[in-house]
């Protein structure tokens, strides 16, 4: 398995709070992305990173916003939680952008 | 706007037999496909890939078949066993976008 975890791998929050949520790698990965799976949707790429420091928005951009100071972490941050968030999130991460992903084990995370 | 669609919400097979899961896209400028596999609780597994310029790739059980002129990939699963029963993804990649079908939920049944 690559080596990937998240946390938290739960979260239960309320309405209007910020909530950060972190994915860590040990593969020396350049590419890292953060999705979420919602029934019905499959996987929707919110925003990935292709370096330190360098990020671009995916399908799903919108209340999100990331952050990678260092390789092997990427943050996800919800400034301001809504319950439209309420959501199963993944990290996955690759060698180069079109190899395959290998994803993390999810964050799940309920917004009241 | 979904550019991958799994038209197939569920899939039950018996032990032995083969399970064929289904995927079609829209975008013909997609150049590599993907199927993955989950299981409850877990984040979802690769299992097998096709670049655009093959059309067919083979692992074992698992076949990928693609048909550009038809925007279609197929994942065949040949005998099928109990521990496949999971849901699967097809996926479809060009650059750094890569979009997934919802998702096909498959019973193999003893």
């Known amino acids: 398995d690559a080596g990937i975890t998240q946390s938290p791998r739960h979260k239960v929050t309320e309405t209007g709070t910020p909530v950060t949520l972190r994915c860590h790698q040990t593969e020396n990965h350049r590419y890292m992305y953060w999705y979420r799976q919602d029934p019905g949707h499959g996987l929707r790429l919110i925003h990935y990173s292709y370096g330190v420091k360098d990020t671009d928005k995916g399908e799903v951009s919108d209340g999100y916003s990331v952050s990678r100071s260092k390789t092997e972490d990427f943050l996800l941050t919800l400034e301001s939680a809504t319950s439209s968030q309420t959501s199963v999130y993944f990290c996955a991460i690759s060698g180069q952008g079109t190899d395959t992903q290998y994803f993390g084990p999810g964050t799940r995370l309920t917004v009241l | 706007d979904q550019q991958v669609k799994q038209n197939s919400p569920s899939l039950s097979v018996q032990e032995g037999r083969i399970s064929i899961l289904n995927c079609d896209y829209t975008n013909s400028m997609f150049d590599y496909f993907l199927w993955y596999k989950k299981y409850p609780a877990e984040g979802p597994t690769f299992l097998i890939s096709i670049s655009s310029i093959k059309d067919k790739n083979e692992d074992g059980r698992f076949t990928v078949f693609l048909n550009k002129s038809a925007k279609h990939l197929s994942l065949h699963i040949v005998p099928s066993q109990p521990g496949d029963s999971a849901v699967y993804f097809c996926?479809?990649?060009?650059?750094?976008?890569?979009?997934f079908g919802a998702g096909t939920r498959l019973t193999v049944k003893p």
């Open positions: 996926a479809a990649s060009l650059n750094n976008d890569m979009r």
